[in-house]
């Protein structure tokens, strides 16, 4: 089957695809290129997209998702026109799109590793405060922008309501259990508890290299660092489910480097409840925790950062009391014997 036509658009290569379609590398009538993702009828819901899209907008929160250039969300084939975050080969025609699952040896147990967790809490809090949850959290689906920081994409895809034919996605593995049994729950206020947990999850497994749950059997569904998702599996929704119910506390594979590291533990823990009533509601209660604590954290280290200079100061100013002493001494001292040898010479 040839590639579809998009008024206004002109397809070059396919440059990925995923549950709910197929991206393209395509141009614009203006020259510039951008990924259009074109959708399955069966495998999406457009009307749903085009609703969260448009909370998105009129509550300014586009700096939080990849930005989008147009849509035809009503148009049959569904579409999306998005900014081209990817990087060409130097064949040009190889395309590897910018995202965490590209990149995803830089930010699993690393230095950045902390500031890209708060960071992507910081842009589903803004998402959350759309009134949108994203309900589709990957590696796969989150990109890097020019600064490196974290940018959503494909929300309210994947397994959502009205989906008929919803097709394996390594999102299911950062998915709740009561996402993956009931998906119309996304309708209501359950999603934002979703991201909650898949948040945790994908903070966990950049934090430790594994899985919270079920781990043995997620590192052979997902996709390898850098590479995309398979689709050689069958979306056993329930099987996974109840795999993810057979150990109800997450334990850390080692322990925490240092006391804050510890303390955001703790956060990440409340985030991988089963029951979703025992996790903050959404992400804007997780972004403010990891503000709070980066907060305290801040206050303490300037407190020791002064106490230290302090100490030195001290130390510093003893040091030169006593050289002033010591010299005060020999000087008298001097002055003394020389005294003591002028008294003899008159003598």
């Known amino acids: 089957m040839g590639s579809p036509q998009i008024q206004g658009y002109k397809i070059e290569a396919e440059i990925g695809s995923g549950a709910a379609g197929i991206v393209y590398l ?9 990924a259009l993702k074109v959708f399955s009828s069966m495998s999406s819901n457009p009307g749903l997209m085009l609703d969260r899209i448009g909370r998105v907008f009129k509550a300014e929160a586009q700096g ?3 930005p989008i250039i147009s849509h035809g969300l009503e148009a049959r084939p569904a579409w999306v026109a998005m900014e081209l975050l990817a990087d060409r080969g130097e064949d040009r025609e190889t395309v590897t799109a910018r995202t965490l699952q590209a990149s995803l040896t830089q930010y699993l147990q690393s230095d950045l590793t902390w500031p890209f967790l708060q960071n992507l809490a910081l842009a589903l809090a803004k998402l959350h405060s759309a009134n949108v949850a994203h309900g589709n959290l990957k590696p796969g689906n989150i990109f890097l922008g020019q600064d490196g920081l974290p940018l959503l994409a494909d929300f309210a895809s994947g397994l959502m309501p009205g989906v008929h034919r919803p097709n394996y996605s390594d999102a299911l593995l950062y998915a709740p259990p009561e996402q993956l049994r009931s998906p119309d729950g996304y309708q209501g206020e359950d999603g934002y508890r979703w991201d909650v947990y898949a948040f945790g999850v994908l ?3 950049l934090l430790t290299g594994v899985f919270p749950r079920a781990d043995k059997l997620f590192q052979w569904l997902c996709p390898s660092p850098g590479e995309n998702q398979r689709f050689d599996i069958d979306a056993d929704h329930e099987g996974i489910a109840a795999g993810l119910e057979q150990q109800n506390k997450v334990l850390w594979v080692h322990e925490a480097a240092n006391e804050k590291e510890e303390v955001f533990r703790k956060v990440i823990d409340s985030c991988l409840e089963l029951d979703p009533w ?15 604590l980066e907060g305290e954290f801040s206050q303490k280290e300037e407190r ?4 230290i200079l302090k100490k030195e100061a001290e130390r510093k100013s003893w040091y030169f009391s006593n050289r002033f002493a010591i010299a005060s001494g020999v000087a008298l001292v001097f002055s003394l014997v020389w005294g003591g040898t002028q008294f003899l010479r008159v003598k």
């Open 26 to 34: 395509a141009s614009r009538d203006n020259g510039s290129h951008c």
């Open 64 to 66: 939080a998702i990849v």
């Open 304 to 307: 020791n950062r002064l106490e």
């Open 278 to 292: 025992r996790r903050p509601f959404n992400m804007r209660e997780v972004a403010e925790k990891f503000g709070v």
């Open 203 to 205: 903070a966990y497994r």
